[in-house]
């Protein structure tokens, strides 16, 4: 899921994914993949970043529950109006839905082993 609080905190400074790329020393389409989402973030490319933007680490830093979080407020702001989704709101139901079935199958996998210990 695209890390809505690193690209406003990227963006109010001025800088481009390829401006951050080029101060991470990485690829462009490296930084890009991190910031939505693609590729998943190391706590030390959280700190990398943060010192980049010379921000605190909490002013970025994102986990999977704060972004589904966000996702459910957002929705539930456009609950009682006739609204149409558009393409970035499917987007974001999408990631959510992959985000929600991966936590079910953590889930189940961690109730079964729990049931076999109790064996």
């Known amino acids: 899921m695209q890390k809505i609080k690193l690209k406003q905190v990227r963006?109010?400074?001025g800088y481009t994914q390829q401006d951050m790329a080029d101060l991470?020393?990485?690829?462009?389409?490296?930084?890009?993949?991190?910031?939505?989402?693609?590729t998943d973030m190391k706590r030390r490319d959280w700190e990398s970043i943060a010192k980049v933007l010379k921000v605190?680490?909490?002013?970025?830093?994102e986990d999977n529950a704060s972004l589904l979080s966000n996702?459910?407020?957002d929705y539930s702001s456009i609950n009682n109006q006739n609204v149409g989704i558009?393409?970035?709101?499917?987007?974001?139901?999408?990631?959510?839905?992959?985000?929600?079935k991966e936590e079910?199958?953590?889930?189940?996998?961690?109730?079964e082993r729990l049931k076999l210990e109790k064996k």
């Open 71 to 73: 996702i459910f407020y």
């Open 24 to 38: 991470l020393n990485t690829t462009t389409s490296s930084y890009c993949r991190k910031e939505n989402g693609v």
């Open 11 to 13: 963006e109010s400074k």
């Open 104 to 111: 079910n199958t953590r889930l189940k996998s961690e109730n």
């Open 56 to 61: 605190p680490l909490e002013d970025i830093y």
């Open 86 to 100: 558009t393409g970035v709101m499917l987007e974001h139901l999408e990631d959510l839905i992959s985000l929600l």
